[in-house]
């Protein structure tokens, strides 16, 4: 494993203190990597050296590097000296909590070959005094990919991983550059196998005014990470272009709505990120409708954006896990389509969860295009997809006063598309729609101020209040509903 460190005197040792502890059957060297420091640091090192002959094993360099460009070239010379079948890297002011870490992740990749890294949580530390964080503070699923990486859906703290050595020793040269940093080092591995996340907090971020990134502003490590972005594109050979397009222009968004001045966003940088975010706009749409319509009319191509979340009839209420769609160019969404005219583009069994939130109340005046459009939407989703449904009520002046309003949407009028829900005794209802099978899983009225505060308060009893939902306008606001998809369509 390799230690990287500048000027570390303050922490070095409990940081070599955290590896040295650590419970292994297996043969560990501690490779540290020193940027010719001034504080006393390199005195201990060599002490641990001595102490530790064959395990402790200083690479100290006799010119600061880390001073003129940022410290990767320091990091690539520390990861050509590793030769071992597993590495594992720690900054000088970082340091391991559990010493059953290294075993446990090794023993993993073992019985993984799949599996490039382990990763686990980390607990930031604040030199400053202030109350310790976890560095991911929610639930994060157990496999991660490099898309995953990517997108920035997952990241992992260097302190937290372990790799199976792929490069051993012969270290891409792209890994010495200036924006090279943890997240290439993520990316890089991950084109060699997946990565498996534990919770556990088995090692301590060190959060300081010394560290190059920690005491970077918002503004100036959204422009790094872009820079970055666009050049691991290149390096990887653009084998992984839409992810990230779609990061980089994500990236563009962040920037141009939080960068600030004084940080080094000036007007010229302003304009240039701006055509930026524009040209990678583009990009990624352009490359989507390739995808879906090759996917669509070329037998046995799947859509590698598949599965994917479907958020139709967006407007400006959109989610990066889905794709925004809108017939409005105005709004930006991720694809225009007018959902009325079919057959949609998408291929057969495409998404796994599709949301249609106020959109379904404005689409098929004519029942046939009402129908057409649920025949659609049972063709895009996978069996077991989700549908999420809100629409508003009918005898709400939201939709009364609405005129793009053309289609009552409630759980009667969708149990029509269930094919277990008996067909209604009225001879004039229209029929059934064959071969589509949605089952109402959930369903919820919501009702509106002030009835809504009423029965909370238990002023206004619910059986009262579904009473005046019968009976009374304006008492709800909305529905909202589940699907089910069922494939193939079940029989009675």
Known sequence: MMIITYNHARYIARALDSVLCQNVDFPLAIHVVDDCSTDGAQDIIR??????????????????IGLRVPPQRNFYRGLRTLDGDYMAILEGDDCWTSPDRLRTHVEFLE???????????VLKAFEDGSKPQLYIPGPVKEVHDINDLISLNSFFH?????FRNVFLGKVPRYFREP????????I???????????????????????????????????????AGFVSFNRWLGYRYFPQFTETIYRYCDTLLVSGRAEDGLTPEKRHAY??????????????????????????GRPARS????????????????????????????????????????????????????HALEHLGAELKTFDAVMGELYRVCRPGARVLITAAHPRHDS????????????PEVLSRFDALTAAPPNHTAPTRPRKVDFEIVQRQAIMDEPYRSRVQSGQLSRDDAAELMKLSSNVCLEFQIELRVHKPSRTA
């Open 179 to 186: 924006v090279s940093c943890d997240i290439f080092m993520n």
């Open 111 to 121: 019985a993984n070959p799949d599996f490039v890294a382990c990763a686990h949580n």
């Open 306 to 357: 598949a599965p994917a979340k479907l958020n139709l009839g967006c407007g400006r209420r959109k989610w990066r896990e889905c794709i925004n769609v809108d017939i409005r160019r105005e709004v930006d969404p991720d694809m225009v389509v007018d959902l009325e005219r079919t057959p949609w583009p998408w291929p057969n069994d495409y998404a796994e969860e599709v949301r249609l939130l």
């Open 158 to 162: 260097a302190s937290s991983l372990t």
């Open 399 to 410: 939709f009364i006063n609405d005129p793009s309003c053309v289609r009552l949407v409630s």
């Open 274 to 299: 701006e055509g930026m975010r524009r040209r990678y706009r583009r990009l990624e749409k352009t490359y989507r409708w390739l995808d879906i319509l090759a996917a669509r009319w070329i037998p």
């Open 188 to 226: 890089a591995f991950a084109q060699f196998g997946k990565i498996h996340y534990t919770p556990d907090v088995w090692s301590l971020y060190q959060v300081h005014a010394g560290g190059l990134f920690s005491s970077m502003s918002k503004t100036k490590g959204w422009m790094w990470n872009i």
């Open 47 to 64: 002490d641990y050296a001595a102490r530790h002959p064959g395990v402790v094993k200083p690479f100290i360099a006799k010119k600061n």
